[in-house]
């Protein structure tokens, strides 16, 4: 068959010039579109933009899908504060709240009422859910100004609250910092991967103890490690350090084969954590996770080193240091707790303790145990609510007596004090009420405990 | 130093489970925690000192190499940067040539 090659040819430039035009025209109307846009655009929205480096959530589909990670963060996190007693007027009185140890005067910021007092705070949290559904629209519209002053607000509001009581998990950490992130510094993308990575390693300054060199955390509880059999714990918790340490960073890796390999583990490691910590963790980890390191990820960012990443490499810095402060306190801070919330703190200890309030004649007024491995069992949390119940007087005079026993170990007197109201609590060194591992005597042994809130009785 | 053993039991309404003890693998390892230990430590803040040193110093003085080599003139440049440069060049020149031809 002949074939007219001209004529082909012709008509196959005809038909790229059209194609051209109408690619030509189609960017007119978008630039047309952004000349409108900026005309009408306050300054106030421009200056905001600039500031909060939004061009780079415009242009990124990761951060888009990353902006759903947060607000899915704040659901979690609000669902479970909204009826929260401890940042209520009610509460505070009631002593169910207890300030973290660098803001001991919490309570004179405490304003709100919860049911069924009054209706201040879960209007607030309300408000907060209309917050995130005009982020959810703003995310439809893609008005990611929009979105992201809503997760500002949503992120003040978490940060008032965090504020009132030190009950806040390792989930707000990681979520806090994921906001701070986003909603702050330059290079968004890259610290929030960065964040990510970095928090699994930072992880494995905590572990370095025989609750998980050992795997003593795990044998000490009467049902073990999930699905590991008796004796291989110490396998699996070893594993995992290693994993947190090394394997943690070829989430960065741009050997695809390497990458995917340590996607894979992480995201079969929170899937298996949720057996013990249930959905909050996971909700909170995974989607960034998956977002950040999963089908998205093409290939690694270069470590930005310029004046925008300042803030960003800053931020990475005080972690390292927040990590490290209760290691430069004397002590085990898995047993005397001091100084143990300011980093990563998640599984640090199998935990269980017992005490005592007396009055000035010795006689008991209060008393409490715990066989929860995980309810930190920390002596400043018994003073600070203590104090507030019993120190009211200043001639008061109360004992307090407190022992706990850390990964199946024997119980120590970690505290024996006449009076708790004339005792006070600094944040960043030793106590000397608070007695370490080479101070505190032996009391007794421990049986095997369990995972779970609901092992606690106070009295 | 008291006995371990000799310690009472305390029950915090647990009786029914066993008390809580060391299994032999963990025995095996207890002599040799402290090293062990120490050698999480030292593998921990040597992989943090690489990382720095890899992807942040070394780019960082990289950087400020080459901009005072900048600053200070074409002439200083080292080979390296003046081999980038000339790369860099190469390459706009074949992209001109590419758009020339379209």
């Known amino acids: 068959m002949a074939i007219d090659i001209s ?33 009408s655009m306050s300054k106030l929205v421009k200056h905001y933009r600039r500031i909060f480096k939004i061009d780079e959530i415009v242009d990124d589909v990761v951060l888009h899908w990353y902006s ?91 940060f008032y609250f965090s504020a009132l009581t030190n009950e806040s998990g390792n989930y707000d950490y990681y979520h806090n910092a994921f906001c701070i992130i986003y909603l702050f510094f330059g290079h968004k993308k890259f610290f929030a991967q960065l964040t990510l990575v970095f928090f699994y390693f930072l992880s494995v300054a905590t572990k370095i103890h025989p609750s998980w ?43 695809k084969i390497l990458q995917r390999s340590a996607f894979t583990f992480f995201v079969i490691f929170h899937l298996y954590s949720g057996i013990l910590v249930e959905y909050r963790y996971p909700a909170t980890v995974l989607p960034p996770l998956l977002i950040l390191f999963g089908p998205f990820f093409k290939k690694p960012e270069i470590p930005p080193i310029d004046f925008r990443s300042i803030p960003g490499w800053s931020f990475m810095a005080g972690f390292l240091v ?64 203590a104090k507030h119940r019993f120190c009211k007087n200043p001639n008061s005079v109360y004992g307090f007596v407190m022992n706990h026993s850390i990964n199946g170990d024997p119980f ?27 101070e505190a005597p032996m009391v007794g042994r421990p049986r095997q405990n369990g995972y779970g809130f609901y092992s606690v009785v106070r009295r | 130093m008291k006995n371990i053993n000799e310690l009472p039991i305390i029950d915090l309404h647990l009786s029914q489970n066993e008390p809580a003890k060391l299994n032999e693998t963990q025995e095996l390892v207890l002599p040799y925690l402290t090293h062990v230990e120490t050698t999480y430590w030292i593998a921990w803040w040597g992989v943090l000192a690489y990382l720095v040193v890899r992807f942040i110093l070394l780019p960082f003085f990289r950087k400020v190499t080459l901009r005072s080599a900048k600053r200070s ?30």
């Open chain 1, 7 to 39: 004529e082909d040819s012709d008509a196959r430039s005809e038909m790229n010039d059209a194609l051209s035009k109408m690619k030509d025209a189609g960017l007119e109307r978008k630039d047309a579109r952004f000349e409108v846009n900026d005309g």
């Open chain 1, 68 to 158: 759903g990670a947060l607000l899915l963060g704040f659901f979690i996190t609000f669902n479970a504060w909204i009826a929260k007693k401890s940042t209520t007027l009610a509460g505070a009185e009631a002593g169910n709240n207890v300030c973290w140890p660098i803001f001991q005067n919490c309570r004179d910021y405490i304003w709100l009422s919860g049911l069924p007092e009054g209706y201040s705070q879960t209007s607030v949290f309300m408000a907060m859910f209309g917050v995130m559904l005009g982020c959810v629209y703003g995310m439809y519209r893609k008005k990611w100004d929009l979105v992201h002053f809503g997760i500002l607000l949503l992120f003040i509001v978490k």
């Open chain 1, 213 to 255: 060199v050992l795997g003593q955390y795990f044998t000490a509880l009467k049902t073990g490690l999930p699905f590991v059999p008796y004796g291989a714990e110490i396998v699996a918790t070893n594993f995992l350090m290693v994993m947190e340490m090394v394997g943690a960073w070829f989430l960065l890796s741009k050997n």
């Open chain 1, 322 to 385: 927040l990590q490290m402060i209760p290691h430069m306190i004397p002590g085990d801070e898995k047993l005397t707790l001091e100084g143990n919330f300011y980093g990563l703190f998640m599984f640090e200890a199998n935990h269980q303790c017992y005490g005592k309030f007396t009055d000035g004649d010795g006689k008991k007024v209060s008393d409490f145990l715990s066989t929860a491995a995980n309810e930190r069992c920390d002596p400043y949390r018994h003073w600070f609510r």
């Open chain 1, 412 to 438: 120590r007197e970690i505290v024996n004090v006449p009076n708790i109201c004339t005792l006070t609590y600094r944040p960043f060194t030793h106590n000397e009420w608070i007695k370490d591992e080479t």
């Open chain 2, 73 to 102: 003139g074409s002439g200083n440049l080292d080979s390296r940067t003046s081999d980038r440069v000339a790369s860099q060049s190469r390459r706009e020149s074949r992209i001109g040539e590419h758009k020339d031809r379209q």
